[in-house]
């Protein structure tokens, strides 16, 4: 079954408390992205990496840190650092080599943190 | 600065009716625009694009159309049916994949 899963699919934490969000794909596709979806807001991007061993910030990125250490993997941490890290996180992958720039969207992760 | 804007929040229509969701980008490099249907606690699904030589793609019930000169596209969907009821997002990219998207639609399809 070809796709990208997002592991935990509910996550509690304490404030001050590093987290890390998994993202695997088994999609064989270069890129990869992590958008954070608050209510009544689109999906704003976090990180995103073309490559393995490479990324660069979104539009929101302070208080995370990333890895592409695989291809298939592309795991998001929210450090404390993060002032409102209560979101609906979601990790996406695309083929960069296709001719549409179409990303496909993991399950997501709801994270609260108390 | 948002440069993709879905000024309609929400939308309710009856099933068998046509669903009209419009979206407006401000900038003028995008070239390749996405919808994107959501269900709550899911990710988004890819639903229909468009690239900016067009002006109209079809895909069964899913229409989408793009004026350039208005930077404006819209999605029609006839005709409507209850698992239609989800959150629509528009997006748009000008280069490495890079997605803007849009605050989203809350479309109920009612009976």
């Known amino acids: 079954d070809g796709g990208i899963t997002q592991s935990p699919k509910y996550l509690f934490r304490k404030e001050g408390q590093n987290v890390t969000l998994s993202c695997e794909q088994n999609?064989?596709?270069?890129?990869m992205y992590w958008y954070r979806q608050d209510p009544g807001q689109g999906l704003r991007l976090i990180y995103y990496?073309?490559?393995?061993?490479?990324?660069q910030k979104g539009d929101i990125a302070e208080g995370y840190s990333v890895s592409r250490e695989k291809k298939e993997s592309f795991p998001l941490t929210v450090t404390s650092a993060q002032k409102n890290p209560t979101a609906f996180y979601l990790c996406a992958s695309m083929d960069t080599r296709s001719r549409t720039d179409t990303q496909y969207f993991g399950p997501g992760t709801r994270l609260t943190v108390l | 600065d948002q440069q993709v804007k879905q000024n309609s929040p929400s939308l309710s229509v009856q099933e068998g009716r046509i669903s009209i969701l419009n979206c407006d980008y401000t900038n003028s490099m995008f070239d390749y625009f996405l919808w994107y249907k959501k269900y709550p606690a899911e990710g988004p699904t890819f639903l229909i694009s468009?690239?900016?030589?067009?002006d109209k793609n079809e895909d069964g019930r899913f229409t989408v159309f793009l004026n350039k000169s208005a930077k404006h596209l819209s999605l029609h969907i006839v005709p409507s049916q209850p698992g239609d009821s989800a959150v629509y997002f528009c997006?748009?990219?000008?280069?490495?994949?890079?997605?803007?998207f849009g605050a989203g639609t809350q479309v109920v399809v009612t009976p």
């Open positions: 999609l064989n596709h270069d890129a």
């Open positions: 468009i690239s900016s030589i067009k």
């Open positions: 990496s073309q490559i393995v061993n490479d990324f």
């Open positions: 997006a748009a990219t000008d280069s490495w994949g890079k997605l803007q």
